[in-house]
């Protein structure tokens, strides 16, 4: 979220982007791909953990794309498209 002063959201405007429907498929795999590591017994509800994709392409949800990583590190790096140019570089 920026912080410059005086910034506004427009929620109207993010949810009409969350009701597309590449977003609506997107978020049902993200969805599938957590029900997968819940099956085989990685991930439970409330272990502070999130499921990773690899690749970062929500769509794959392979198994060898896939691990369970805390929710603190899943949701700290660079979602720039050319993160390594920020001193981020790819994820582990």
């Keep these: 979220m ?14 009409e982007l969350q009701s597309t429907p590449s977003e609506l498929k997107k978020n049902a795999s993200r969805k599938a791909a ?6 085989a017994g990685v991930v439970k509800k409330g272990d502070g953990k999130d499921v990773d994709h690899k690749n970062r392409n929500p769509l794959s949800n392979g198994k060898k794309n896939l691990r369970a990583v805390p929710k603190s590190t899943n949701r700290s790096f660079s979602r720039k498209t050319n993160a390594a140019k920020y001193g981020n570089g790819k994820r582990k």
């Design 2 to 15: 920026p912080s410059s002063p005086g910034y506004k959201r427009d929620y109207k405007r993010e949810r």
């Design 34 to 39: 957590r029900r997968k590591l819940e099956k």
